[in-house]
């Protein structure tokens, strides 16, 4: 139905131990340049030097790009940039509330939703992944009661606090993990659910695409050297 995006598997499933039942880049100013130099670590981990293979062919063709990899991720975050612009400050208060990379915030967006524009013009507005997805960052209705307008500082709020838990409950998880690997493992199971996250190698195994985490987190770098 949303031919823009990949519906989510089980998109921020709660661990079932606590509940039982979603090539080339351009700099857009110098400031962005110096933006991208300041807070590169948050409280959570170095989003730049976490590890990814980029999109996989599948999400690729999302955009009928014809190759894969870290150059599709950062092409389809480009893309997005434009639209991700309306919500950077909402994107910023959430972020510092949280002490997440606004960067990483935006990826998820990106990867989501494409920054609302293939979930602006649904009935009611803001669903995607079969009416499964809500908002931006496309917070499941199954697994949690979604909070604010789909394009809130709310809903931001809401869906940034859903993966710190999961940053918290992957951190417990996988101790001797670094703190960039348990980063990405957080992200891979804010798509699928701490639980489907099996193994660092395998990371990505059971998420949307296969490559939900390598996607969001090259994604995440594009942005960040791109003014989030």
Same mark, same amino acid.
């Given at each position: 139905?949303?031919?823009? /995006?990949?519906?989510?598997?089980?998109?921020?499933?709660?661990?079932?131990? %606590?509940?039982?039942?979603?090539?080339?880049?351009?700099?857009?100013? +110098?400031?962005?340049? *110096?933006?991208?130099?300041?807070?590169?670590?948050?409280?959570?981990?170095?989003? +730049?030097?976490?590890?990814?293979?980029?999109?996989?062919?599948? +999400?690729?063709?999302?955009?009928?790009?014809?190759?894969?990899?870290?150059?599709?991720?950062?092409?389809?975050?480009?893309?997005?940039?434009? *639209?991700?612009?309306? @919500?950077?400050?909402?994107?910023?208060?959430?972020?510092?509330?949280?002490?997440?990379?606004?960067? $990483?915030?935006?990826?998820?967006?990106?990867?989501?939703?494409?920054?609302?524009? $293939?979930?602006?013009? +649904? %009935?009611?507005? =803001? #669903? =995607?992944?079969? @009416? &499964?997805?809500?908002?931006?960052?496309?917070?499941?209705?199954?697994?949690?009661?979604?909070? !604010?307008? #789909? &394009?809130?500082?709310?809903?931001?709020?809401?869906? %940034?606090?859903?993966?710190?838990?999961?940053?918290?409950?992957?951190?417990?998880?996988?101790?001797?993990?670094?703190?960039?690997?348990?980063?990405? =493992?957080?992200?891979?199971? @804010?798509?699928?659910?701490? =639980?489907? /996250?099996?193994?660092?190698?395998?990371?990505?195994?059971? %998420?949307? !695409?296969?490559? @939900?985490?390598?996607? $969001? $987190?090259? *994604?995440?770098? #594009?942005?960040?050297? &791109?003014?989030?």
């Amino acid at each position: 139905m949303f031919e823009n /995006v990949l519906p989510d598997l089980r998109h921020q499933m709660a661990p079932e131990r %606590t509940r039982k039942g979603s090539g080339n880049t351009q700099e857009f100013s +110098t400031s962005a340049a *110096r933006n991208s130099k300041s807070k590169a670590k948050m409280g959570y981990g170095d989003i +730049t030097q976490v590890e990814m293979s980029g999109a996989s062919s599948k +999400t690729s063709r999302q955009d009928k790009l014809e190759y894969d990899g870290v150059r599709a991720s950062h092409k389809m975050a480009q893309t997005d940039v434009r *639209r991700m612009e309306k @919500y950077k400050s909402f994107i910023n208060n959430v972020a510092e509330k949280h002490d997440v990379d606004p960067a $990483v915030i935006a990826a998820i967006i990106s990867r989501g939703s494409r920054a609302g524009n $293939v979930i602006f013009n +649904t %009935t009611p507005p =803001g #669903w =995607g992944d079969n @009416y &499964n997805g809500f908002g931006l960052m496309q917070v499941d209705k199954r697994y949690h009661e979604p909070r !604010g307008a #789909w &394009n809130s500082e709310e809903h931001l709020d809401q869906a %940034t606090g859903i993966l710190v838990n999961f940053i918290q409950l992957i951190q417990k998880k996988f101790p001797s993990w670094s703190t960039e690997q348990q980063l990405k =493992g957080a992200i891979a199971a @804010y798509n699928t659910g701490d =639980g489907g /996250v099996e193994s660092y190698e395998s990371v990505d195994s059971r %998420t949307t !695409g296969k490559d @939900y985490s390598n996607d $969001v $987190v090259a *994604r995440a770098q #594009w942005y960040k050297k &791109n003014g989030f």
